[in-house]
């Protein structure tokens, strides 16, 4: 237990609230958070007052407050993330030739939140701001193959959710499925031609402090070019990024 209890409770009662579909009732917090139903309610009224949680009175269950909004979109503006990759993923860049990004996944797709270019490579379609079908990237693979199995399968529920690009790729979830425990094994996820033809990549999952799969690091090359150096650089950096994100 922390130094400051009280700090600590109030986190993990934050971080459950955020975790949660819906709002919750106070048995359910007070079990999920290991805390006495009392102390539950107090510490709840606590963060009532200051506005990071809201009480739902009509349905007895408690959620997120509009401070917890702010704070939210507080992280957003300062994307912590992407200042704390910027620099190292330009370094592996120069190091390996190849192009470099970040992205974080938005539904069942990526979203490419920073991008560093090789010198005298052609851009990418993995430009900031675009958002990609997250089973056939390597980045997205990387982040999938982090999930739980059943939050993959909340993702993906049937064929539908399969869309295509150029022709290949996983159409189901069984197929998905090989997809990541072969990328797990590896301990890095591959898409070769899947987004645009001649250009494959590498990606590794960068975690949290709960071992959740924040965004993916990844490097993209021409077909046929890439080399053992480009597997381990993505790997040292999103377990670099990790690390400061303490996971």
């Known amino acids: 237990m922390s130094q400051v209890p009280a700090a600590t409770r109030a986190l993990r009662v934050l971080r459950f609230l955020a975790s949660q579909p819906d709002p919750v009732a106070l048995d359910r917090i007070s079990r999920a958070c290991d805390l006495p139903r009392s102390t539950a309610y107090h510490l709840i009224n606590a963060m ?14 408690y959620g997120l407050g509009l401070a917890a909004f702010e704070v939210g979109s507080g992280f957003a503006r300062q994307e912590p993330l992407q200042r704390i990759a910027r620099r190292p993923l330009a370094a592996l860049v120069d190091r390996t030739g190849y192009g470099g990004h970040l992205a974080v996944l938005h539904g069942r797709d990526v979203l490419y939140v920073l991008e560093e270019r090789a010198p005298g490579r052609p851009p990418l379609v993995t430009d900031v701001g675009v958002r990609l079908p997250a089973h056939l990237t390597a980045s997205g693979r990387a982040i999938l193959m ?3 199995s059943n939050q993959v399968r909340a993702l993906y529920p049937d064929r539908s959710a399969f869309v295509d690009r150029v022709g290949t790729g996983p159409t189901s979830l069984v197929a998905l499925r090989t997809v990541l425990s072969e990328a797990r094994q590896r301990g890095h996820a591959v898409e070769d031609g899947e987004v645009t033809a001649g250009l494959a990549s590498v990606a590794a999952p960068v975690l949290d402090h709960n071992a959740h799969p924040v965004a993916a690091v990844a490097l993209t090359f021409p077909h046929g070019t890439a080399t053992d150096a480009a597997a381990v650089g993505v790997r040292t950096l999103a377990a670099a990024l990790s690390r400061r994100l303490g996971g």
């Open 48 to 61: 009532i007052a200051e506005g990071f949680v809201v009480h739902l009175e009509d349905e007895r269950r």
């Open 146 to 148: 982090a999930l739980p």
